[in-house]
């Protein structure tokens, strides 16, 4: 059967506002889970440390879910976009497309489900295996609960399901044998069973970033830009709006918004409309490259500090003995400051260590020299 003409745009080649997007995302996860880890509650911090600063240091922590939603986006705009992309031209190949999404996933989590099986033992002497090869498995949500110190693998188990979906619906539409398409068949059916006990709405959010891969990409469309992010930022207040604050008493408005599941799908088409746009943006002027350069090297080990942050965490308060601190000044925040920069430096060790040898390990599995597209990495946050 003879390929189809191609109908889509040119792949997308620059990727760096994208990555600024990522390493931000990352980035909120890393401020929430450092707070929640360092200071008591809003409510019990006393007085002479509460202010302005204070209530932004506590406010931040409440995107943390929204900032997972942009991961999400994100994914199905690089994965799932190419995929389907790949599947319309006819030149979608289910084993590379495994190799690339098992390496993307794995080389980085299972050195983690070790660490964070170490720093259980420290802490109270528990390793529960059970818990840890589900984990690996991606079948948190489903059969086990994310690993006890590191609830940031939560989100790991829908990526992989998004693959997995992604790889179903690849099979059924391309031109292969009955076998190979009742496997896609199977494949599609348990992926989507899956989202059954876990949350639609975020299936929901990876497809809509899927699809805006298929739209034109045209850096000029500065109106769908600011549409999009207008979009994003009304949803993500609205969806922020939906958790309990502390800080801030807003419990005579919840009564009027909407679900917070609708506002996390408003959110995730916000961010999806700006892709096309951001993606064919390109700065020419030198400080505009050199900032996007650093959203670059920052977001190349955004998984990997995605990944390791709690576990670095939980042991820093295991050495520090659980201290949660009341007060807000000078000498908790540096030392708030100082939890993050080795949060940083230990994801950044743990990238050179595993997530950057992610394309030597894709060719040794694919038996052959090849190019390795540029891969976003998969966080979680929100814990």
């Known amino acids: 059967m003879p390929h189809p003409p191609e109908q889509t745009a040119p792949a997308p080649k620059h990727f760096a506002w994208l990555d600024w997007m990522r390493f931000l995302a990352a980035f909120v996860v890393l401020f929430g889970h450092t707070r929640f880890q360092h200071f008591s509650y809003y409510e019990k911090l006393e007085i002479p440390g509460k202010g302005r600063l204070t209530e932004a240091i506590f406010l931040l922590p409440r995107f943390a879910n929204e900032a997972v939603m942009i991961f999400f986006v994100l994914s199905g705009f690089l994965v799932g976009g190419r995929c389907l992309e790949r599947i319309l031209k006819g030149s979608f190949d289910p084993k590379g497309y495994a190799i690339d999404r098992a390496t993307r996933i794995w080389l980085p989590l299972i050195p983690t489900v070790f660490v964070t099986w170490i720093v259980a033992w420290v802490r109270d002497g528990s390793v529960s295996l059970w818990e840890g090869l589900g984990n690996i498995a991606s079948l948190q949500g489903i059969f086990v609960k994310p690993m006890a110190n590191n609830l940031s693998l939560w989100s790991l188990s829908y990526e992989v399901w998004f693959y997995v979906l992604a790889l179903g619906v690849a099979l059924l539409a391309t031109p292969r044998n009955q076998a190979g398409k009742l496997f896609g068949l199977i494949l599609a059916t348990v992926s989507m069973a899956v989202f059954i006990p876990l949350e639609a709405c975020y299936l929901f959010v990876w497809i809509t970033g899927a699809l805006a891969y298929m739209m034109q990409r045209d850096g000029s469309r500065n109106g769908l830009l600011i549409f999009g992010t207008l979009l994003a930022a009304v949803s993500l207040l609205v969806s922020a709006m939906g958790t309990t604050f502390r800080s801030i008493d807003i419990s005579w408005l919840t009564a009027y918004l909407p679900p917070r599941e609708v506002a996390l799908v408003a959110l995730g088409l916000g961010v999806s409309l700006t892709l096309p746009v ?19 090297s920052l977001a190349a080990s955004s998984y990997s500090l995605y990944l390791i942050h709690r576990p670095i965490l939980e042991l820093w308060a295991h050495f520090e003995g659980n201290q949660t601190h009341d007060q807000m000044n000078a000498s908790t925040i540096l030392l708030f400051v100082a939890k993050m920069a080795v949060c940083m430096l230990g994801g950044w060790l743990f990238y050179l260590a595993f997530e950057k040898h992610t394309a030597f390990v894709r060719r040794k599995l694919s038996g052959k020299r090849q190019t390795v597209a540029r891969d976003l990495p998969q966080p979680d946050p929100a814990g």
Do not use: Y
């Open 278 to 296: 951001l993606v064919a943006k390109h700065p020419k002027q030198a400080f505009a490259r050199k900032f996007e350069a650093w959203g670059s």
